[in-house]
Structures are given as structure tokens and as C-alpha cells.
């Protein structure tokens, strides 16, 4: 298996909504990140923050496939991107140091 990185960032139109307006796709958001979890899928997931601990800056979704294909295939599941809410990019990580995940 393979890991891969899909980066993400509010559009502006997202951006603009109040986090009451944002707060149903957030939690579709961790309900299928929880799932995938839980069905077997090596996954990570967060959201950036500023130096000031502000949220804002976005996301990361850390996890493994078999290759890009299928990695972008099941990306596009997630609600955040479904709906629209986010910009993203997908890109295959090949760890050469450090703690293996």
C-alpha cells in the first residue's frame, strides 16, 4: 500500500458561512472519516491552524490506497468535497525518514 496526502482549503463561499452554517458539513465530514476508519482504511485526519491556534487554514486527510487512481476515486466521497466546500489536491507521499505511520 501506498500513502497519500489530499490537502484542502474552504473556498471563499465556504469561508463566508458562520461555523453554525459549516458545522452539518464538518460533522458529515468526521462521520465518513470515522468510517473509513472503522471499516479498515489506515487514515488520518486534521484541520490547520494559524500561529495564533485559529483555525482556517484548511486540512489534511493522511491515508493509504493501492494507487492514485483509487486514492483519487475514493477522495471524491468525501461530503466536503461532494458538496463543494473545498478546493483540494491529491499527491502520493513517500516517506524516506522518521517514524513509519
Known amino acids: 500500500m501506498r500513502w497519500f496526502i489530499k490537502t ?3 473556498t471563499p463561499e465556504t469561508a463566508a458561512l458562520s461555523i453554525d452554517q459549516r458545522r452539518p458539513h464538518l460533522e458529515a465530514h468526521r462521520r465518513w472519516v470515522m468510517a473509513q476508519s472503522k471499516s479498515g ?3 488520518r485526519s486534521g484541520y490547520l491552524v494559524d500561529g495564533e491556534g485559529r483555525p482556517g487554514g ?3 486527510l493522511i491515508f493509504e490506497a ?3 487512481e483509487e ?3 475514493w477522495v471524491q466521497a468525501d461530503p466536503m468535497i461532494q458538496a463543494g466546500l473545498v478546493t483540494w489536491t491529491l499527491q502520493e507521499w513517500i516517506q524516506i525518514s522518521g517514524d513509519q505511520l
Request: no cysteine; glycine share 14%.
Open 8 to 10: 484542502e482549503t474552504f
Open 41 to 43: 482504511r489506515r487514515i
Open 58 to 60: 484548511g486540512g489534511l
Open 66 to 68: 493501492r494507487s492514485y
Open 71 to 73: 486514492a483519487f476515486s
